[in-house]
């Protein structure tokens, strides 16, 4: 399916706009098979969305919170995406403990991306899968200033990845490790939503919609069978 693209004013109204669209296809989904599977994303953007879903009157025993990728630090450290997303929208909902799903991110990196993957078939096992790949209802995403997506970073090892569901990826310029969906969990998805602001962004968001296909890791969502939907501000937008 293409690429929609919906651009709004500002960050307020991404916000607005995307917690929207979280709704919509968590009632949709819930109707059609009684559970709504969503994988979140880290960074700042996504914050004003969380707090906005955190206000919807939804069936939260119904929903299961999965992370995208996360940092390699314990949950508690300023820099986790799961304390990040707790802050601002799970400590505020009436969801089940056992339905959000956070990566143990306080263990050895290939470890943590080990047991994240038990635990994605595990659940998967109940639930829709196409091809032997999870699909989830909706994966969000972002896209950093270098055009990566979750923690699908520029020459790291994990963009090729074929087999695995997560992978532990050494990014060399951060030092660091970070555990990431692989593109074929993100690409059978029913939906993937990209919610990026920001005009640090504007010229490489340009060159990914406009430029050589496979420049950049966002370029590499494309979803086999889902729906694959761009919400941007004006600012980040304005080269388009």
Not at 12 to 33: K, M, N, P, Q, T
Not at 56 to 62: H, I, T, V
Request: with cysteine; charged share 20%; hydrophobic share 40%.
């Amino acid at each position: 399916m293409p690429r929609e693209t919906l651009i709004v004013s500002d960050l307020a109204a991404l916000s607005r706009a995307g917690a929207d669209e979280f709704s919509r296809c968590a009632r949709e989904a819930i109707a059609a098979h009684g559970s709504f599977s969503v994988a979140l994303s880290g960074g700042s953007t996504p914050q004003g969305a969380h707090a906005l879903i955190a206000q919807e009157q939804l069936p939260w025993d119904k929903i299961h919170i999965f992370f995208g990728d996360d940092r390699h630090v314990p949950p508690t450290d300023k820099e986790s995406n799961y304390r990040a997303a707790n802050e601002s929208l799970i400590s505020k909902i009436p969801i089940p403990p056992q339905n959000v799903h956070r990566i143990h991110t306080e263990l050895n990196a290939t470890v943590a991306a080990d047991q994240y993957e038990a635990e994605l078939k595990k659940f998967f096992q109940g639930h829709s899968t196409t091809d032997g790949w999870p699909r989830f209802d909706l994966i969000m995403l972002g896209m950093g200033p270098d055009g990566h997506t979750a923690s699908l970073f520029p020459g790291t090892a994990a963009l090729n990845e074929k087999s695995r569901w997560v992978a532990a990826n050494w990014v060399e310029k951060l030092n660091t490790w970070r555990i990431t969906f692989t593109f074929p969990v993100i690409n059978y998805a029913a939906e993937v939503l990209f919610l990026v602001a920001g005009e640090e962004k504007a010229e490489v968001l340009k060159d990914v919609f406009e430029g050589k296909p496979g420049k950049y890791p966002c370029q590499n969502v494309q979803p086999i069978n889902g729906r694959l939907l761009w919400i941007v501000d004006k600012i980040v937008a304005k080269l388009l």
